[in-house]
């Protein structure tokens, strides 16, 4: 049966068909409407669903169903999604599964954004060779998910934040409104914000102009590797400082789990590739306590699609 | 049968032996030796198992064996200690189970010092009612141990450093070498280190004379605990600058892993004992993710002899 998957993003919709090998038939991408609410949300998620299942030649109803995964706070069962704060005016819960499936015509499972990229990772990726690993999902914000013996470790429902480890006690404001965590240096929000404050200071930078003869309207992952592709200054600094974070907020989280290996993926992990699981794999050397036996630090092999394939993987196949 | 157990701790050797029920028949206390090397260690544990069993009226070749909960690094299977930095002269391996086994004449057991306490509340103290918790021991240094579905989880045999968390970026200095773990602010010994370093500043403080009045040559956590009931200022301030590591440190942990509780042990955790616990729960709370439920933290409930009683349980009765 060929099932749906969106990967739903605070700046993209990126939606999917894939056949029972986890072919990719059709994709599309939306972009997230950042203001309104969650009914144009909703509409633009399918929006993206109905392009991706026209690129495979079918019609939606057709789909077995439709998985998606989603930021914010995810309750399966009931179906809603709450406080996602990088989606417009959605704080209180929302019946999204409900809300998609009625346009739809087929059935809608969710579930947390980071975790089914970190499962299909495990499934089908860069974690398959590890009976447990830590996911590092680096984009707006820093995400994870833990995987132990091979399943996702939830703890009580919530585990795998390891954007919020405390990195330095009385440090930078987050977005979570605490302060010093991971997220506060390593998160592309928080790098956006503190480019723009350098800027207002002063400091000469590419990165907005970069940004604005590329179309956007915010610093994407793909404006912040052309600023270094450029050897722009400031870009340079605070992929350093975001990325001396990550060293000691992964190696912390090494220390305690002593997991096999890190597998970094989210829009600017995917997007920077290589290079930067390489330079988070040594800034993270000099903080972790069993030095002579580190765990791996790869790449995501299924990149930017991951998050929409992991969503499908929702959908039972029967 | 009845079952040896020893704690090998940086400033002292508990002993005891126990009952098929763990009620605890005979103990004894040792200093152990800051100077000399492991044989001198050894004799000391030699000399305090005799006295446990005297006080047991057994003797000691009477036991079914006896086990060891020692810091550093153990392997367990080989029998051996490495790099034990708080003990004299104790860093290539040390194949501790065959030498006290030798003078012993009963089979010796090692297992971790933080790993068998923990474990001993699990299954008789604080943990009972909880399938996975953190255990966070607070002493010389701060370790832990992680319970998963009730066992312990060793990743890959050294998780549970959770002293080596970096709660500050370019922060304090730690013994390990590294800079800015969490260790470096709440174990006994930087704390220590910090409070010597204020009264060569000039700083007045009642610890030292505490500490001779009471016959130590260290600031132990009764000295500690003393000092903290005469409303000590330094005293009252590097417990408040430790408690507050160990809320950042203690809440990332947990934003990580959303375990069920916190068990505080440890010297320093269970001489400041109920209190200190509620401190370490208030300063977790700012840096909780799911902040609306925090995990319940709670005080070990087998005190200092858990450690003993722990290393004990490595002995299988028969």
């Not at 480019?195 to 994407?220: I, P």
Request: aromatic fraction near 4%; glycine fraction near 14%.
């Amino acid at each position: 049966m060929l099932r749906g998957g969106v990967d739903l993003g605070g700046t993209k919709i990126e939606a999917i068909v894939v056949d029972d090998g986890n072919r990719v038939l059709g994709r599309a991408r939306e972009a997230t409407p950042s203001s309104g609410g969650p009914a144009d949300v909703v509409a633009a998620m399918v929006e993206a669903i109905r392009e991706a299942a026209e690129g495979a030649s079918l019609a939606v109803d057709e789909l077995a169903g439709v998985g998606v995964g989603s930021p914010g706070s995810v309750d399966a069962s009931a179906g809603t999604v709450a406080t996602a704060r990088n989606l417009p005016n959605w704080d209180a819960p929302v019946p999204l599964a409900e809300l998609l499936s009625r346009e739809l015509g087929v059935p809608v499972r969710l579930g947390n954004d980071v975790g089914v990229a970190v499962e299909a990772e495990a499934a089908l990726g860069a974690g398959r060779s590890y009976r447990s690993f830590l996911g590092l999902w680096w984009g707006t914000g820093v995400g994870g998910a833990i995987m132990v013996d091979r399943k996702r470790w939830l703890g009580r429902g919530s585990a795998g934040e390891i954007g919020h480890t405390v990195v330095k006690l009385n440090g930078a404001p987050c977005a979570c409104g605490r302060r010093g965590c991971l997220e506060a240096y390593a998160g592309r929000g928080a790098m956006e914000a503190r480019a723009r404050r350098a800027v207002r200071r002063g400091t000469k930078t590419s990165l907005f102009s970069l940004m604005e003869k590329h179309g956007h309207t915010r610093l994407t992952s793909s404006v912040w590797q052309r600023a270094l592709d450029e050897h722009d200054d400031l870009a340079e600094r605070l992929i350093e400082r975001a990325i001396r974070a990550l060293g000691a907020g992964v190696a912390s989280a090494i220390n305690l789990t002593d997991l096999e290996a890190v597998v970094v993926g989210g829009g600017l992990g995917n997007r920077l590739g290589d290079d930067a699981t390489e330079r988070i794999r040594r800034a993270m050397e000099p903080h972790l306590f069993v030095s002579d036996r580190p765990p791996e630090v790869r790449l995501s092999e299924l990149g930017d699609l991951g998050g929409a394939i992991g969503a499908a993987r929702l959908v039972a196949t029967g």
